[in-house]
């Protein structure tokens, strides 16, 4: 670089894109915020659904699936899996596991209650009913 | 060393060396699983052992850049460190707690460690990357604040270099965007949202100022070239980090229920993110072929260079490969987004703090440089190490495109698990790769134990 472009020039530099970087990502993230509830449909969570995205969290169901495309690559997406299969088969299938076919990847058995099983559904159809510009590209997810 | 209290730095060397190896080895264990899917099960069901995998590479890392900024900054400070035996207590917390982290996930249920450490009270677990208990983010955070603590102390006290400014700002960020983790609220969508201010904001932000920072320390080491030169150098490219990475957070925000005009900021600004990384190698390259010296640390040379080029490759090529909206529309959550990560993760943060290892613990034991012996076998684990990861990502990239192929844009697609069948060819490469990468690491370890001539470390 020449030698006109001084060191102080290019701090200079630094602390202006910094500056001004931050600054637009939170004028664009305050307008996602007021953008949200109308996309999300946040009127809708219910304790339920929001019992639901607890135990999704604490059984760590995205070390193995996606939700929105976001988190282990191992199992199917899940966001919009209340579309793709139903509530009914969604129980029926955690209540089925592990399937201890031999060879296939398996998912644990978590001993859940049907009031448990039916809140984690809810999660599910409230996550399935979010505008996500229309991803997934197809229901396979 | 030119300061006792940089002595400290080595046990956090070891430590970070360490937990990669357990890192690799877990790595292992998922890739086979991805084929033999019943493989441990259910004694280490897939998702425990990717926590261990991921969350072991976040504390190693973490080990390195605590470890580099304990070597860099009371030289660069010209002064000891604020207090090497708060360096010492920290370490030995971050490690105590570290272990018993991963024993955690090993050896109870993953619901029942939340339980035990009453994550009811404030749920932060179970969302990816951040799945540590409540108590254990509380703790990183105790020993970050403390680290920071030390080190901006000796920097107050000492010499204020730009290198020291960058460093101390990459890892103020760290500290600040991980107090994100915390918020996690009811709303799916908005927990998302500012999930990745922790994630993104650290490895497409203030991580890169990490990296440059340490980066830049090695090769005016390594090269002798102007001080002055290779900081406005460092200034330079850290100002496009953030031009392009912050707002490059729009990436991910296609799909996850923001708003539509994500995909135009996020497309446009993250497809300029490769050009940092591009001006990262070109300057590792001008700065040794503009050495004023030869230094007889030839490994650090390597990883620097490759540090360069590698990040340039998988973070900036392979970033840019699923960035723009239309294309990541069909490649969002897929093996794609696994290629990447590994090799932006590998070529950027592992291979900087393994360019830092390679010239300090030298250093730290004495001498200017390993005997050649030592470093011929380093090298021999630099190569293994990277040409495995380029083919890891490679054979994960291809069956990435069978997968997007198969299951998104097919008139017929298939299920997620036939799709996953269709492609089971390159698991078994990618865990054939991984093996000689295993194989590269061991050698890597190895030879910091092979003796032979040495140098002694100019006083």
Redesign the interface.
């Known amino acids: ?1 020449s030698e006109s ?3 102080s020039t ?2 200079n ?2 602390w ?3 500056v ?3 600054l ?2 939170l004028a ?2 305050f ?2 915020t007021a ?2 509830p109308k ?2 449909h ?1 009127e809708n ?1 219910t304790p339920q ?2 019992h639901g ?2 135990l ?9 699936h ?12 899940l966001g919009n899996v209340y579309k793709r299969r139903g509530g009914d088969f969604i129980k029926a299938w955690i209540q089925a596991q ?1 399937t ?7 998912m ?1 058995q ?1 001993n859940f209650s049907d009031s448990d099983l039916n809140d984690l559904v809810a ?1 599910l159809k ?2 399935s009913e ?4 229309k ?7 | 060393m030119q300061y006792q209290s940089q002595a400290v730095a080595k046990p956090y060397f070891i430590a970070a060396i360490g937990l990669f190896v357990g890192q690799i080895l877990f790595g292992l264990i ?1 890739g086979l ?2 084929v ?3 493989f441990l ?2 004694a280490i ?4 052992a ?2 261990v995998h991921t969350n072991l590479l976040i504390v190693w890392l973490l080990f390195g850049f605590m470890g580099a900024a304990y070597y860099m900054v009371p030289e660069e400070s010209e002064t000891e460190l604020h207090s090497p035996k708060l360096a010492w207590l920290m370490f030995w917390v971050f490690l105590v707690a570290g272990a018993l982290t991963i024993l955690g996930y090993l050896l109870v ?3 029942r460690l ?1 339980d035990m450490t009453g ?2 009270l404030l ?1 932060t ?4 990357f951040l ?1 540590q208990p409540t108590i254990t983010k509380i703790g990183i955070v105790i020993v970050v604040l403390a680290f920071l603590f030390n080190i901006s102390m000796t920097v107050l006290k000492g010499r204020k270099t ?1 290198i020291t400014m960058v460093l101390l700002l990459g890892l103020w960020g760290l500290a600040i965007f991980f107090l994100f983790s915390f918020y ?1 609220p ?8 500012y999930w990745w201010w922790v994630v993104h904001l650290w490895v497409e932000g203030v991580w890169e100022l990490i990296l440059g920072a340490l980066l830049a320390f090695v090769l005016i080491k390594v090269t002798g070239v102007d001080r ?2 290779i ?3 460092l ?2 490219i ?3 980090t ?2 392009t ?3 490059g ?2 990436h991910h ?8 005009y ?2 135009w ?1 996020g497309s446009i600004f993250s497809a300029m993110e490769p050009i940092p990384f591009f001006m990262m190698t070109v300057f590792a390259f001008n700065m040794v072929n503009r050495r004023r010296r030869d230094h007889p640390n030839r490994a650090a040379t390597l990883w620097a260079l490759g540090t360069g080029v590698m990040s340039f490759l998988g973070a900036g090529v392979w970033g840019f490969l699923h960035t723009l909206a239309p294309v990541n ?2 490649t ?4 794609i ?2 290629a990447h990560g590994h090799m932006a993760f590998y070529g950027a943060y592992v291979m900087v703090v393994l360019t830092i290892i390679s010239y300090a613990m030298p250093m730290l034991r004495g001498r200017q440089a390993n005997s050649n012996k030592s470093q011929v076998m380093e090298m021999w684990g630099f190569w293994l190490m990277t040409v495995s990861m380029v083919f890891i990502t490679l054979f994960l990239t291809a069956a990435g495109i069978l997968q997007v192929w198969l ?3 097919s008139a017929t ?5 036939q ?1 996953q069948d269709q492609v089971a060819i390159f698991y078994w490469l990618r865990e054939l790769t991984g093996v000689i990468f295993l194989i590269g690491l061991v050698i890597y370890v190895v030879s910091f134990f092979v003796k032979g001539e040495t140098k002694a470390a100019a006083a």
């Open positions: 670089m472009f001084t060191k290019a701090r530099m630094f202006g894109a910094a001004f970087s931050f637009l990502f664009l993230a307008d996602t953008a949200l996309r999300d946040r969570i659904v929001a995205k607890q999704w969290e604490k059984n760590d169901c995205i070390g193995c996606t939700i929105l495309g976001e988190g282990a690559y191992f199992a199917p997406e592990p201890g076919a031999p060879g296939r990847r398996q644990p978590f999660f409230w996550t979010v505008n996500t510009e991803w997934p590209p197809n229901i396979e997810g | 998922m699983q991805y033999i899917g019943d099960f259910p069901p897939f998702n425990v990717r926590m249920p993953y619901a939340a994550n009811e749920p677990m179970g969302r990816e799945e730009s996690n009811s709303n799916l969508i908005l927990d998302k949202f002055e030169v900081e406005k150098w200034y330079v850290i100002a496009m953030l031009i990475g912050v707002i957070t729009g925000y296609f799909w996850i229920g923001t708003p539509g994500w995909q900021w529309y069909y969002h959550g897929t093996q987004t696994a299951q998104r844009v697609p298939l299920p997620f698990m799709a």
